[in-house]
């Protein structure tokens, strides 16, 4: 078997951005050379310009609106049924590609792995799905009566055309005595998957928000965990750190979650939101409207958990902060040997991620208690104060990108030769051909959890598994290859 080649790793210039924006039109240059930097000494907040409009022609990862309302925040609420009004191909990409795990009996009380469509013909384009959308509700009522609500998740026709799901949802929510929640969430709405998951909070916050009340009290220990899919079981293993800690988990938004969840979130004392970016609207709602204060955490790796663990046990009494303690004492040795074990065969692997929602600057720590080092990220679809989050995380001579080109990514990667990758299922086969030792990083690459104490030693073991492959030793580095004499 052929022995495994270790590239040499070169650090990230602006000179190399340069260089690789240096094939584009002097147009696509000037725009895109505003979504990348390096980080250089001194530099404590780079400008990374982020949420504006790919450059046409220039093929990137972004999802659309469709994709972050129904694939993200509704997709996981379990005892819904989301109906994707529109042709079939948006709801067929759209099914199951996640991995949000959630209990319950299929087709009683957990309809996840399910996949319900309008399914558009051309007749419906031509004299719209209004009344096909009043059926389907129906049907779906007497298919499964156990069903708690729907929600009407609009494709692009829907808007194009002009139906009308509002007036729908609200004539068959009184028929059937059913909550059902019209989404206006077109794909060609916005700029990437980011304003569906602000047009999603807002959908929540009108029909649903503050709609039910819990009868016990709201006890002084109550909080919701906020913007957690429950990827491979993240959200299980978050909630077992915070019961451990004294508190009470009422609402998780979305994995795992209930419609009873997302009306009752109004009863808790504390938000603790982990993807920033795709719920913070509606927990900065709650805290204006209901006075309910919110905080972003971070369970990966052991360094991030115990820090964010102090950081919630701060906002309650010394109960709590005594039992966070325990907490932390009780699994500092578990994550230390795990560390022992995998740090000496990862420590100085460097690290290239270009992922979505909080992973590319909430994974970091976990890599650096590997002894790894990310020395490259980005976002499909940040905001300004997700680049504001993520550059004091990043060393010197780190390059930082947003929305960037497939193009931009494989001339970074085969530039830097960083030893692995962490992206999504579109970059993966892409790396793996090219020799590139790859973990997907949007779902676990169909592992996890990878969060919180339970999830640590999981990431650990893949991220070795990865890098320590005899795989690829027998693929050919492409710096390595001869170059090929074109036949004539």
């Not at 070169?10 to 039109?25: I, K, R």
């Not at 339970?454 to 320590?468: E, K, Q, T, V």
Request: hydrophobic share 35%.
């Amino acid at each position: 078997m052929a022995e495994q080649e270790t590239p040499k790793y070169t650090p990230a210039t602006p000179e190399m951005v340069d260089e690789v924006l240096s094939a584009y039109p002097d147009r696509a240059k000037k725009m895109r050379a505003k979504h990348i930097t390096v980080k250089t000494e001194g530099c404590a907040s780079c400008s990374v310009k982020s949420n504006s409009k790919t450059v046409p022609g220039l093929m990137t990862a972004r999802g659309c609106a469709y994709a972050g309302a129904k694939g993200v925040v509704f997709g996981p609420v379990k005892d819904m049924i989301h109906i994707s009004h529109g042709p079939v191909g948006c709801g067929y990409y759209s099914w199951g590609n996640r991995r949000n795990l959630a209990e319950g009996e299929l087709g009683v009380n957990n309809f996840v792995p399910f996949q319900f469509t309008s399914d558009f013909s051309e007749n419906d384009i031509v004299y719209g799905g209004d009344k096909k959308l009043e059926q389907i509700c129906r049907e779906v009522k007497e298919l499964f009566p156990t069903v708690k609500g729907i929600s009407v998740m609009s494709e692009c026709p829907v808007g194009l055309i002009g139906d009308d799901i509002e007036s729908v949802s609200k004539k068959m929510s009184k028929e059937l005595d059913l909550p059902i929640v019209p989404v206006r969430c077109e794909g060609f709405r916005g700029i990437s998957q980011s304003l569906g998951h602000h047009i999603a909070n807002d959908a929540v916050r009108d029909h649903l928000l503050g709609k039910k009340e819990r009868e016990e009290e709201v006890g002084p220990y109550d909080v919701s965990l906020i913007g957690d899919y429950n990827i491979g079981g993240d959200a299980w293993a978050s909630i077992k750190i915070l019961e451990e800690m004294g508190l009470r988990v009422r609402n998780v938004w979305t994995g795992d979650s209930t419609i009873e969840m997302l009306q009752t979130a109004h009863q808790v004392k504390l938000n603790l939101i982990h993807c920033y970016r795709s719920m913070n609207y509606i927990c900065k709602h709650m805290e204006e409207t209901y006075g309910i204060p919110h905080m972003e955490f971070n369970f990966f790796g052991p360094t991030k958990i115990k820090q964010s663990i102090r950081a919630i046990a701060a906002r309650f009494d010394e109960t709590i902060q005594e039992k966070a303690e325990a907490v932390i004492a009780k699994y500092e040795p578990m994550m230390q040997a795990v560390i022992d074990k995998y740090r000496p065969r990862l420590e100085g692997k460097k690290v290239m991620l270009y992922v979505g929602g909080l992973r590319p600057r909430h994974v970091i720590g976990a890599y650096e208690d590997l002894g790894m080092e990310v020395v490259g990220t980005g976002y499909e679809f940040a905001h300004k104060d997700d680049y504001d989050r993520t550059m004091p995380m990043m060393g010197d001579n780190t390059v930082i990108y947003d929305d960037v080109t497939a193009y931009e990514l494989e001339e970074f990667v085969n530039r830097m030769k960083p030893d692995l990758i962490g992206s999504g299922v579109k970059e993966k086969y892409v790396f793996e051909k090219m020799g590139y030792p790859f973990r997907q990083m949007h779902s676990w690459d169909y592992s996890g959890p990878y969060h919180a104490y339970d999830g640590f030693p999981i990431f650990a073991r893949d991220m070795d598994i990865a890098l320590s492959s005899p795989t690829w030793g027998l693929a050919k580095a492409p710096w390595k290859k001869e170059t090929v004499k074109e036949v004539r």
